[in-house]
């Protein structure tokens, strides 16, 4: 990851307040910042255009083929520019990925959620990743083998959640977190992975419902494994 998306990360922490005070319903107030921390409507703008750039010529070379100059043509965007955000193509993907997860979390937990019905989280996670508009994305990570940018965005998120369970009286051990994480993003990341392979047949109320029967037959089996 480029040292401009790293300081990128950093500086939109500031955003994850919205998750203790549970006051904003305005996802637009999660921008882009970087251009040294400015939060400029410009900046997402423009890398929005890069992002749809970059999908435009994938769908003609693989990633690793792909060259700035071949997002900054297609996106119109000039390299200039580009490098002003990012440093490397991927870093487009990251950051897309990222913004993804950010805001479809902020939003989750900006709705005071009812966490007494099952699986309402997944429910809604698989909702927003199965929309249309992100099937391309997905497709694109899995031929190009890197669902580690879309692992890493889950993992990058999963303070969001947790903060919000412990507003709700519901407490992690710090230590065990990275096992909470993990399990989710491996779920998460395998869910999507059979839904694409399987043609993307089922609506993401089917899919968590196959899911929700599978860890009650796992769980009753007590095979973990």
């Known amino acids: 990851m480029s040292l401009r998306y790293s300081m990128y ?21 999660i921008r882009l910042i970087v251009f040294h921390g400015k939060d400029d409507i ?12 970059l999908m435009n010529v994938l769908r003609k070379k693989p990633l690793q083929n792909v060259t700035i100059s071949d997002v900054s043509k297609a996106s119109t965007v000039s390299r200039a520019t580009f490098y002003r955000s ?35 989280l997944l429910l809604y996670v698989l909702r927003h990743w199965m929309q249309v508009e992100h099937i391309e994305l997905l497709e694109q990570l899995m031929t190009n083998n890197r669902l580690d940018i879309l692992f890493n965005g889950f993992m990058n998120n999963t303070d969001i959640p947790i903060k919000y369970l412990e507003t709700q009286g519901i407490h992690i051990d710090t230590h065990e977190h990275i096992y909470f994480n993990s399990l989710r993003a491996g779920m998460f990341m395998g869910i999507i992975n059979a839904w694409i392979t399987n043609g993307k047949r089922e609506t993401p109320e089917e899919v968590t419902d196959i899911i929700y029967r599978q860890f009650s037959d796992i769980r009753d089996a007590n095979l973990m494994l």
């Open 9 to 29: 990360r950093i500086r939109r922490n500031v955003s994850h307040n919205l998750v203790n005070a549970r006051a904003t319903k305005d996802i637009r107030q």
């Open 42 to 53: 410009r900046v997402e703008r423009s890398a929005d255009l890069l992002y749809q750039g």
């Open 86 to 120: 990012f440093d490397e193509v991927a870093d487009i993907l990251t950051w897309r990925c990222d913004r993804e997860f950010h805001q479809m979390l902020i939003s989750f937990v900006s709705s005071e959620p009812d966490l007494s019905k099952p699986n309402v």
